[in-house]
């Protein structure tokens, strides 16, 4: 089966940038998103199709995706902020497929 | 405005049944694939099951850990997609949200999510 790996933890200062790394075999090769998941909150898709950001989704949230790694990246970090953020691709034999998710803190 | 508002959670002893609801609104229903995604607590997401509209064959697909206990399945006359929920383990203790698809890129909608506990 197909596995994503983040890191369980991030912590940044606020105003500096954050980044989230999610590892797949070849996931450069797939379509990979982020959600950000705020306490007691459903989630939300920050970014879709590597790089894209839905309509509401402040400048600030970026991502790429090259190789084994997907990277998302917030600028100037908010305390908003503050939540937990995972990543997802769809695989053929495993379906959808969710990262372990990383728990962003502003420090 | 799209809405997905989940009900039908609640306590359940282990071996027993439950069935979950996702009543949709705000979007055409007939067209969506449809997921549902578990949160175990303090755990992160899970992908549970997946229907695919009836237009491209109403085809479900499940996550290993529950194939053969739970069936998804929907409802396109009342906009409303089911978790059939059978022989429970104290390991489907999660919140559970279903989710619209947007093609095979992620899923761009959620609703708030219904509790099932499985405990004795």
């Known amino acids: 089966s197909y596995v994503l790996t983040q890191p369980p933890s991030v912590s940044v200062s606020p105003g500096q940038t954050a980044t989230i790394t999610c590892s797949g075999d070849?996931?450069?090769?797939?379509?990979c998103c982020w959600y950000q998941q705020r306490p007691g909150q459903s989630p939300v898709v920050v970014i879709y199709q590597d790089n894209k950001r839905p309509s509401g989704i402040p400048e600030r949230f970026s991502g790429s995706n090259s190789g084994n790694t997907a990277t998302l990246t917030i600028s100037g970090t908010q305390a908003m902020d503050e939540a937990d953020y995972y990543c997802?691709?769809?695989?053929?034999?495993?379906?959808?497929?969710f990262g372990g998710g990383t728990k962003l803190t502003i420090l | 405005e799209v809405q997905l508002v989940e009900s039908g959670g609640g306590l359940v002893k282990p071996g027993g049944s439950l069935r979950l609801s996702c009543e949709v609104s705000g979007f055409t229903f007939t067209n969506a694939w449809m997921s549902w995604v578990r949160q175990a607590p303090g755990k992160g997401l899970e992908w549970v099951a997946q229907i695919k509209s009836e237009s491209q064959g109403g085809t479900t697909d499940y996550a290993a850990p529950v194939k053969g206990r739970l069936t998804i399945s929907r409802d396109d006359a009342k906009n409303t997609l089911y978790l059939q929920m059978h022989s429970l383990k104290t390991e489907d203790t999660a919140v559970y949200y279903c989710?619209?698809?947007?093609?095979?890129?992620?899923?761009?909608?959620w609703g708030q999510g219904t509790l099932v506990t499985v405990s004795s």
């Open positions: 070849k996931l450069g090769f797939r379509n």
């Open positions: 997802q691709t769809w695989d053929s034999n495993t379906a959808w497929v």
């Open positions: 989710a619209t698809e947007y093609g095979d890129s992620h899923f761009d909608y």
